[in-house]
């Protein structure tokens, strides 16, 4: 005789693993489903990448610094019942970024079409032909790669093999790089097309033109700063977590996902307590979850030998710093700043497929004190400044602690000519290396951004939203579906909750019994 099976107040929980802006995106949905939330997160607050650090008076935004697509954030609050707005203020930044090479040609980023040709007539007025081509080109593969992929879960086949058609005609097999290379004859202005895979771990030589589609969103969004720094949107979402019921848990570590019979039963933590529930959403990296949280089940597809073999994304060198009365100075060194090196494509090269800690580099500078009198006293500046360079599973992995103080050096020296005296003013740093990015997030490799989007580590093929190794077992963040950046891992959520089911609703007399 079959038994009913009896809804209990387990049925209706959730752990969601890492309180990333992923995790608190899933736990901010789930909590909209019904799901009682417990979010576990070995740091001391919340954000995970997306945090921030106080020291002598001047905050650091450890990781993302900008809102592209404030659309994400508005209808993530809007399914818990809530005005995004009315928690956060975003400020838009204005150029974007400008572009600044070794020979003092300049390139200002707007949404402004006009303006954007005019920049590109600047230093080549042959290629604004070329432009506006790459232009309808990034319209097109908006439409199809994000408008159309964006939030769509991917862990079937077939969903990858309907839109082959659409990225055969867009010419997805060729690389942005290759792209941008049809499109204008400069090389600085191919530069200035083709760089933005970077931002979410991608070497612009080898992975698909699709990412093109950030030129039209750019456009179409703006670019923004959310006053207080990306910490102040994680804790903005933690206390809408926290209203809903959900509870936060810091310096708590996940230490295994507990399997048994093919389902996902709970999680162990280090401190070897152990917490029941049959539903379970990891934010932490995908090859962390697949070879560490999962290491005493055996995996049919992700396994360790196949994540080792994965194409990783590059590793980060990050120095942070504060300056003391530099109000006012280095007056053309705006909000955000590239200084680009003197190579590109070689460079490229060097950090993607030699694993070279190359002698030049190319550099993304933030200053957001220009925009957020909050991030320093008054009076002085806080800066951060970004070089990609090789993640640390090479052969020949970088000695990190014995070349950062050279590294530095050589970082200094390229923002002398941008910031001329700048160390004098120096009144308190740090800094992350790829050695950071592993102890501090357990990211495999050290890696910036997870497993590298390139076309075939791309949806279907990349670790999917719903495990296939454990079942009710889910994943979002960078690297999974669909993929790195604000958008991707705030995406991946949304694809999460397609795929999570309302709770259930406890009957009442099962409640009493769990009281009592």
Partial sequence: MLTEKRTTESDSTAIVIGAGLGGLASAMRLGAKGYRVQVFDRLDRTGGRGSSITQDGHRF????????????????????????????????????????????????????????????????????????KFLRGSKARYKVGYEGLMTLPMHKLWETIKVLPQFAWLRADKSICGYAKTCVKDEKLRMALSFHPLFIGGDPMHVTSMYALVGYLEKQFGVHYAMGGVQAISD????????????????????????????????????GETVECPLIVSNADAGHTYTHLLRNHVKKRWTDRRLKKSRWSMGLY???????????????????????????????????????????????????????????PDGDDTFYVLSPVPHLGWDTSVDWEKEEPIYREKVAANLERLMPGFRDH????TVFT????????????????????????????????????AKGLFLVGAGTHPGAGVPGVVGS????????????????????????
């Fill in 61 to 132: 935004d450890l990781g993302p610094t900008i809102i592209t697509v404030p659309q994400l954030y508005e209808d993530l609050w809007a399914a818990c019942g809530r005005d995004f707005h009315s928690d956060v203020e975003l400020k838009p930044v204005l150029p974007f970024y400008e572009i600044r090479w070794p020979d003092g040609t300049s390139f200002k980023a707007t949404s402004d079409t006009d303006a954007m040709k005019a920049e590109v007539a600047k230093i080549n007025p042959a290629d604004v032909k070329g432009y506006e």
């Fill in 318 to 376: 990050v120095w942070y710093f504060g300056t003391k009365g530099t109000k006012g100075k280095w007056s053309d060194l705006g909000h955000h700043t590239i200084a680009a090196g003197p190579r590109y494509n070689g460079l490229l090269n060097d950090i993607f497929m030699k694993g070279k800690l190359a002698d030049d580099m190319s550099l993304y500078i933030h200053r957001p004190s220009l925009t957020d009198p909050s991030v320093a």
């Fill in 493 to 516: 959520a949304d694809v999460v909750s397609q795929l999570i089911p309302d709770a259930p609703i406890v009957p009442e007399q099962t409640l009493k019994v769990a009281a009592e």
């Fill in 426 to 429: 120096i009144v308190t740093e």
């Fill in 236 to 271: 903005a979402m933690a206390n809408v977590v926290r209203e809903q019921g959900g509870t936060i848990h810091h310096n708590a570590e996940v230490d295994e996902i507990l399997v048994h019979n093919g389902a996902a039963t709970g999680v162990r933590l280090t401190s």
């Fill in 434 to 469: 790829p050695e950071t990015f592993r102890d501090r997030y357990l990211s495999p490799n050290g890696s910036g951004f997870s497993i590298e989007p390139r076309i075939l580590q791309s949806a279907y093929f990349r670790p999917h939203n719903i495990s296939e190794e």
